[in-house]
């Protein structure tokens, strides 16, 4: 049994959809989390941010130090439980890394001089090792849809959108595509990667 549950986890892939908001991550997994082959964890941001009282564009930098460092824990957890839990295929949607990203853009691309922050911040960029693909889905212009939570002034979402190709073109794991390539990938009947 043991040897069983070895291949299994070695067989399963882990992927990420990141990108900056309104792009169609969401939709992309949302059609993905209808297939029975693979487990779906979806945002952690804005439950996060709703459960603790925190903002999503805070005001002031100890706000987005506080959003940041709880939606990174609590991202990082879920992924940890789920593959502890599942041996499906687990497709996240953004990754612990994006919580400090998005900190970065609002604080005018200062990162935070806390320990902690800078800490977490290691840790979140070595966990982008623990996926096997990260989709990249690129800016297109799509209306942000107001949800009275997101941003929605373009120009703020063109920023996190060049800050972030930015950050993560350095990683081997990361593949940028457009959102039609997105919708095609959310058809598969399992990952072949």
Not at 1 to 7: A, G, L, P, R, S
């Given at each position: 049994?043991?040897?069983?549950?070895?291949?299994?986890?070695?067989?399963?892939?882990?992927?990420?959809?990141t990108g900056?908001?309104?792009?169609?991550?969401?939709?992309?997994?949302?059609?993905?989390?209808?297939?029975?082959?693979?487990?779906?964890?979806?945002?952690?941001?804005?439950?996060?941010?709703?459960?603790?009282?925190?903002?999503?564009?805070?005001?002031?930098?100890?706000?987005?130090?506080?959003?940041?460092?709880?939606?990174?824990?609590?991202?990082?957890?879920?992924?940890?439980?789920?593959?502890?839990?599942s041996y499906?295929?687990?497709?996240?949607?953004?990754?612990?890394?994006?919580?400090?990203?998005?900190?970065?853009?609002?604080?005018?691309?200062?990162?935070?001089?806390?320990?902690?922050?800078?800490?977490?911040?290691?840790?979140?960029?070595?966990?982008?090792?623990?996926?096997?693909?990260?989709?990249?889905?690129?800016?297109?212009?799509?209306?942000?849809?107001?949800?009275?939570?997101?941003?929605?002034?373009?120009?703020?979402?063109?920023?996190?959108?060049?800050?972030?190709?930015?950050?993560?073109?350095?990683?081997?794991?990361?593949?940028?595509?457009?959102?039609?390539?997105?919708?095609?990938?959310?058809?598969?009947?399992?990952?072949?990667?």
């Open positions: 049994m043991q040897n069983i549950i070895t291949h299994l986890r070695k067989t399963r892939k882990k992927i990420a959809f900056t908001h309104g792009v169609g991550k969401s939709t992309i997994l949302n059609n993905l989390a209808n297939n029975s082959w693979c487990e779906v964890l979806n945002e952690v941001f804005r439950d996060t941010a709703e459960m603790f009282g925190l903002l999503c564009n805070g005001d002031t930098k100890k706000q987005s130090y506080d959003t940041t460092l709880h939606c990174f824990y609590r991202q990082m957890m879920r992924e940890i439980e789920l593959e502890k839990i499906k295929h687990i497709i996240c949607d953004r990754t612990p890394f994006d919580c400090f990203l998005y900190n970065e853009v609002g604080n005018k691309f200062q990162r935070i001089n806390y320990k902690t922050y800078n800490d977490c911040r290691k840790i979140a960029i070595n966990h982008l090792k623990t996926y096997d693909v990260i989709y990249f889905v690129k800016y297109e212009g799509f209306p942000i849809e107001n949800d009275g939570f997101r941003n929605i002034d373009v120009e703020n979402q063109k920023i996190v959108n060049e800050y972030m190709i930015k950050e993560f073109q350095s990683f081997a794991n990361v593949q940028f595509i457009s959102y039609k390539e997105g919708m095609e990938l959310q058809r598969l009947k399992r990952v072949e990667f």
